[in-house]
């Protein structure tokens, strides 16, 4: 019996040569058409061949050809697709940290479409420089004289360590010697970068005479790093940008900041406690900073260095910088971010600031919207208090307080899996065997694809 069925299987030309097969290979082209057939026929013969007694599969044309169109589509959708955040982290390494302002956005589709003055000076006619294009946004931003982009913060301190400090001493406290998250540790850097790490001080307490003494004729410098994503509460002491860099001034050496964040605004105002900002590390004396683009900055992922000029331009010379250069879809975006806050409509245009400035009433107000939207649905939900949080290894411990819908069903892991796999693609969080989900962080133009997700896997046709 399985042999007739077999006998009746379409062959891979018959497939090719239908109506279907034809159109199939316009779309997706010759080779993955013939390859998806002949995938699909193995997949078939061997379902046949299993399944002696069982369900036979159908093996007409016409179901085999839709079987081949699903086939194809899968293999050839993006890895990489939009997802809706609703878990309240605003900076969200995993989803992709910040979402571009549309400004930032347009700029991207700008230099993507066409040719663009790169490095070309169009005046002159003669060969320009891509550093050249944020420079100045990046002065006016930060108060630095100069500034130079690469294209994350991890190759910015590898090249400011590679190309100030190779082979000379750099000192760094004990309670900065962190892991970042995705695998940037601090120490490991600096030995990348053929640096001499000289640790002072303890995990909690160091002193302004811990690095005082450790200043020989070998130090080229020293490094401070943001401890951005975690905590040490308690009997600490580290001394402050300020004195840090009248101390290396004084020995004339440079204080390099990996200050991590890209804060360019006051965060108190927000309820937050306050993240160092680039300008306070620039006024500091702090001679060279290291920032994210995609951070606190709102922008692209990018690598920000800025501060004296001389040692911009070592940085810039150096062989290393090549190789992490930013491209200029990342340039375009930057630019454009920056002008917001050079406008002063960051908090307005830049989506990281809008989440973060968004008043609880607003919060609310969405929320409230989303409930009465689910009257319908059989779990029952309703709306708790809550926290979101920046995220981004930034503001380790503050939160922001928001209104969260919170869903009660029977199957809470199931529900939170099926509404990641829905094509609206929600990514919620689950507490207290309650899935919840933040407005906060979810962009207003999603709130209809949030709501049809629910429902229909609330009740799946
Ligand atoms: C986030 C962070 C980094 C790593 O930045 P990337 O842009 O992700 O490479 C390095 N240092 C500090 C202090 C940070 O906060």
């Known amino acids: 019996m399985s042999h007739s069925l077999l006998r009746q299987l379409p062959s891979v030309s018959q497939l090719l040569e239908s109506q279907t097969g034809q159109a199939l290979m316009t779309k997706f082209g010759q080779s993955l058409t013939t390859e998806a057939v002949r995938q699909v026929i193995n997949q078939l013969r061997e379902q046949i061949l299993k399944s002696e007694n069982g369900t036979r599969p159908d093996v007409s044309p016409e179901a085999t050809l839709d079987k081949i169109t699903a086939f194809l589509h899968q293999t050839t959708s993006p890895t990489l697709f939009p997802v809706i955040n609703a878990t309240g982290v605003v900076i969200h390494t995993n989803l992709g940290r910040a979402t571009l302002s549309p400004a930032a956005q347009q700029a991207v589709q700008k230099a993507a479409a066409g040719y663009s003055n790169l490095e070309f000076d ?10 050249l294009h944020a420079q100045s946004l990046l002065q006016q931003v930060t108060g630095a004289q100069a500034a130079h982009v690469v294209n994350n913060t991890a190759s910015a301190v590898l090249l400011m360590l590679s190309a100030l400090c190779q082979g000379r001493e750099v000192i760094i406290s004990r309670g900065q010697l962190v892991e970042i998250g995705g695998g940037f540790r601090v120490p490991d850097v600096m030995k990348q970068s053929g640096v001499k790490l000289v640790e002072v001080g303890t995990t909690n307490r160091t002193h302004l005479r811990d690095y005082e003494q450790a200043i020989n004729e070998n130090t080229a410098a020293i490094l401070v790093a943001h401890h951005s994503n975690f905590k040490i ?33 006051d965060t108190t105002p927000f309820g937050l406690e306050a993240e160092p ?24 992922q990018a690598g920000i260095m ?11 010379k150096h062989p290393l910088a090549r190789a992490v250069r930013p491209d200029k879809l990342c340039l375009a975006a930057l630019s454009a971010t920056l002008l917001h806050f050079l406008k002063e409509e960051a908090l307005r245009e830049i989506p990281v600031w809008r989440m973060i400035s968004m008043p609880l009433e607003t919060v609310e107000t969405r929320a409230q919207n989303w409930l009465s939207q689910c009257q319908t649905a059989s779990f029952s939900a309703s709306i708790i208090d809550g926290v979101s949080t920046v995220g981004g290894g930034t503001l380790p411990g503050t939160t922001i307080p928001t209104r969260l819908l919170a869903l ?39 709130d209809q694809h949030l709501i049809k997700a629910l429902l229909q896997v609330d009740n799946p046709a």
């Open 408 to 446: 009660n069903t029977e199957r809470v892991d199931d529900f939170a899996t099926q509404l990641r796999l829905h094509p609206a693609r929600v990514i919620s969080r689950i507490q207290d065997d309650q899935i919840l989900l933040d407005p906060r962080t979810v962009l207003p133009e999603q």
């Open 306 to 316: 800025v501060g004296r000029s001389d040692l911009v331009e070592a940085c810039r």
């Open 233 to 265: 509460v308690g009997f600490t002491t580290e001394p402050s940008l300020q004195e840090l860099s009248r101390l290396a001034h004084q020995h004339d050496i440079p204080l390099l900041y990996d200050q991590g964040s890209g804060c360019l605004i």
């Open 122 to 131: 169009v005046p002159t006619g003669k060969r320009g420089s891509r550093s």
């Open 277 to 300: 900002t680039v300008q306070a590390g620039v006024l500091a004396g702090c001679d060279l900073l290291a920032f994210s683009g995609d951070k606190l900055l709102g922008g692209p």
